[in-house]
Structure formats: structure tokens, C-alpha cells
């Protein structure tokens, strides 16, 4: 069974798709790291995130760049967003994350384009959202809590500034494909999306 897990930042999408992954023992892969890890690449390097030949030139990153704590900071985050725009960045991306959701046995993967353009033959599609503030509020928290100074306002305002790049790019946009069920998680505990996610992934299978 393939799950498809797609929303905007600090939706809870992560959260949903790894425990969906322990409750049917599947794989699990968040694609936002490898866009991450592109970013973090390009930073590195001193490399322009704005331009697509330096950026795909990012693409053939470490492994072990994918476990660095530094892909987690807010500016990777906003990086991620500015080279997760070009095409030939996709391009790169996308067999490997192919080759993952269709394994034998299936898998989970979260990003934004899941359902739309990794996996349109997904069993189960989910598009999880929540409000700006309050997605803003849970990725503030996570972030001080991981040492990071940056005030609530300065997250809210990236948070928008990514939703509106991820969105408005024409590269695999983040949109909700047709065939995906809505979550919204704003007024929900973890343990509430969770069981309310399991409840959509059962309902999809019985269609
Ligand atoms: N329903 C929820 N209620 C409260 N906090 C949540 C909820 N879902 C996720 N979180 C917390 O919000 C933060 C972002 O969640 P995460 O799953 O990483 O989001 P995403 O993968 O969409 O960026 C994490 O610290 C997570 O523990
Ligand atoms: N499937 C995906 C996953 C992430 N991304 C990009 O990578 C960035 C970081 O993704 P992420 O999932 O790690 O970010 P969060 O939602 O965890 O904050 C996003 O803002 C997108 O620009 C994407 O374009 N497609």
C-alpha cells in the first residue's frame, strides 16, 4: 500500500506520515529532507539558490547529509523552498523518490507533490493543513526547543513566504490532488490527526 502525505510547512504532515508508517509497518521517507539537503549544499558551497545550474549541481549531495540537524533550521527551510522551484531540481529528485513509493510492500512519503506527481497511484492520499498561526506556533516551538532565537513574527512571516513559493511555482505546485482527503489539524492533539488519519487511510482502502 502506498500513502501519500502531502501539506504545507508545520502542518503536521511529518508527524502524521511517520506514525501512519509504525501503525502499517511500512517505509517511510520525508522528501522535504532531500530538498533540504540540496539547500544545504548549495549554502555550503556558496552556491546561487536562484540558479538552476547551481542548484542541480547541489543534487548529488552525501547520504549522510541527510541526518545533519542543520537541515532543520528555518533558513534551510526557505532555501529548500527557492531550489525546490527548478525543474531540473525535481528532475533529479525524482526516480529516487519513485523507486521508494513503489517498492514491494509500499511505503509512506510526505512533501507536496506526493499525491499529485510521485505517486498519483497512491492507495491513499491525505492533504493535512492547518491555520498559518497556528502552523507558525508549532514550528516556533520546535525550533526554540532546538536552540534557534528567531521571534514568533519572523517564523509566521517565512512560513508565509514559503507557502506562497511552494504554491505559486509552476513545478509540481503544492496543490491538494482531487482523489486526496483533507485533514485539518488545527484544533486536533497529535493523538487526534493521528487516529483521524488512520480513519482515512481505512476509509480510502474499503473504496
Ligand atoms: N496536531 C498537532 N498538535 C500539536 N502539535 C503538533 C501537531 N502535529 C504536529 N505537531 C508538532 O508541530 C511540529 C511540526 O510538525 P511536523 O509533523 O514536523 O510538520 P510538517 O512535517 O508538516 O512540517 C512538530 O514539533 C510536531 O511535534
Ligand atoms: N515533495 C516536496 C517536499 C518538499 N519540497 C520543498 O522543500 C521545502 C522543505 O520541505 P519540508 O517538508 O522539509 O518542510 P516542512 O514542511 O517540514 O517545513 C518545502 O518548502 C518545499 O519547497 C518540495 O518542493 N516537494
Known sequence: MIIAVDGPAASGKGTIAKALARHYKLPHLDTGLLYR?????VHRLELDPAREADAV???D??????ADPVLRT?????LASIVSAHPLVRASLLRRQQRFAHQPGGAVLDGRDIGTVIAPDANAKLFVKATPTVRARRRHAELQAHGSTLSFDKVLADIRARDARDSGRSAAPLVQATDAATLDTSFLSIDEAVSQAIALVEAARAR
Open 61 to 66: 549531495f552525501d547520504e549522510l547529509a541527510l
Open 74 to 78: 528555518d533558513e534551510i527551510g526557505q
Open 57 to 59: 549541481a547541489a543534487c
Open 37 to 41: 539537503a540540496v539547500a544545504a549544499t
